[in-house]
Each structure stands twice: as structure tokens, then as C-alpha cells.
């Protein structure tokens, strides 16, 4: 299981719950989605899967076999980068190109060899579609193509879990559909996906397990949507 939270209470740094009781847990290649409104905790949640925000108390609350209750503030690094991240404004550096956003990555988690550094970045690349655009600075690609881009990032490393927040929320809806299409096949070689989202209309064309914030708790509403 790479994330097993029981009784997890979620607080924010002023002292303000958020969610309270949290029971949550995700399995290797698991899909799942958090629904809910705006302020319901969606993004606190997922907060503390990469420990940008401290769970208060619980009775177990582990991340891909890192214990959150005791993990000292020098580990966080080490627990981030078996995960991927994708915001919804991509986080894209706006000073360098698609390349060397990737380049940054792999050197910042300790990547050595370049040939091996570059043929990680073709193949990446290759993975979102997006093989053309790599001289490409930030601010020429559409919306959509900066996704993608943050999505190659999120994969560079191989990991065991990517935490997408709102991964489609600047995006119109054919676009929206694109990225989920890839999100899914990137689950589907075995990385779970834990996405929050506020549009529900896009579960009805993927499956996946979900959850909704509502009310200071969190509730399993689906084991798994049905494919339309």
C-alpha cells in the first residue's frame, strides 16, 4: 500500500481543521480522485502526502513506506522523490526551456551521466507527445502543452505515486480530456494517480475510486467508476 492514513485529523498552519478522521488509502496503479468545493481540504489532503503541510495527529499515516508521524524535516526530500507532482499552474521555469526544465529535475535528484539524462528526457517526452516542443521556452506552449510538460517532470524519476492537483483546472475540455487520457495510461503501467478535481463530469469518462471532501471529513463514494 503506498499510503494508508487512519483516524488522520489535517490541520492548517494557522491552526484551522480541515479534515478530521481521515481514513484513506492507495494501492500501486490505483486511480483516485478527490472531489469537493472550493475550501473543502482537497488540496490540504494532498498536502500532506508531500509533506507541505504536517498531518496533527493519527494513528498511522504512511507514505510509500515513510512513517509521516515521525519523518524529521531532512527526509522530506527523500520521500518526494519517489512521487511525482503536477499543480495546476504547471510550476514550469519560466527562464529555461522544455529540455532544461526536465535537465534541472534530473540533476536536482542526483542524476550523473548525460547521455543517460538525455535519453531519460527523450523518452519522457516522447511518453506525453510532446518530443517537438523541447527547445521550447514555457510561455510558447499552450496550457495544455505545459501540462503535458509538468507531466513529463512528474515521470522522470520513475515513481511509485503522482499527486495532481486540480491537473485540469486552467484547461479547456477537449484539452482536459487529453491530459486525463495520459494520466490513465500512465496509471495503467502501474503508478498510481491521486488527482484532485472539481469537475465531476470528467469521472464519467475514466475510471477510478473517489473520494469527497465534505464537511470536515472524507468519504469513499466510489470503489470505481464505470468506463463510458
Known sequence: MLIDYKQANIIQVDGKAVLTDVDFQVDDG?????????GSGKSSLLKT???????????KADVLDFDLLTLKRRHVP???RQMGIVFQ?????????????LMFVLKSTGWKDKSEMAERITEVLDNVGMADKRDRM????SGGEQQRIAIARA?????????????????????ALGIMKLLHNIAKK??????????????EHFPGIVYRCQDGRLEKIAEETETK
Do not use: C, W
Open 190 to 203: 502501474g503508478t498510481a494517480i491521486v488527482m484532485s478535481t472539481h469537475n465531476t463530469s470528467i469521472i
Open 78 to 80: 527523500a520521500l518526494r
Open 30 to 38: 490505483a486511480f483516485v480522485y478527490i472531489i469537493g468545493r472550493v
Open 49 to 59: 502526502i508531500y509533506q507541505e503541510l504536517d498531518i496533527d495527529e493519527a494513528i
Open 155 to 175: 515521470i522522470l524519476n520513475s515513481p511509485r505515486l503522482i499527486v495532481a492537483d486540480e491537473p485540469t483546472g486552467n484547461l479547456d475540455n477537449e484539452t
Open 89 to 101: 499552474d504547471f510550476q514550469l521555469l519560466a527562464d529555461r526551456n522544455v529540455y532544461k526544465n
Open 138 to 141: 514555457p510561455h510558447e506552449l
